[in-house]
């Protein structure tokens, strides 16, 4: 499944300007086989991680626990500091997240955690979100159910 999403990681030279990327999200469970022949329904499994990646799609994703970033809300408007610019936001356009960045890393761990909430543990055993930027550039997050 694909996510379009702006961000930008304060204190990283190449980063730290505004930038999206076409984010690539991919689910693998483990878990025993039950009398069809599955560990889940793909499509069941499918509609999940569309449905968490809906909510991430064409907006600016910001860490609301950054310490290298100030974001202050003034009705419906964002301004964001960071790296020694300011930027004004439509507050439609955003999207808060509990991160303290806007990496792979911290997006494949915030769509484990939305799955879990929404999985039936019963045969589940262990569930892997792997997140990927751009191609080759990819992080996962494995997690014991």
Known sequence: MVFCGAHLIAGRERCECLHGHNWRVSVALEGEVDERGMVMDFLELKRMVEEE?????????????????????QGEKVEIEAAGKRYLFPLQDVLFLPLREITAEEVAGLIAERLIRRLSPGRLRRLEVRVEEAPGQSAVCLREL
């Open 53 to 73: 990646c809906s909510k991430l799609d064409h907006k600016l994703l910001l860490p609301q626990r950054s310490e290298r970033m100030k974001i202050d809300q």
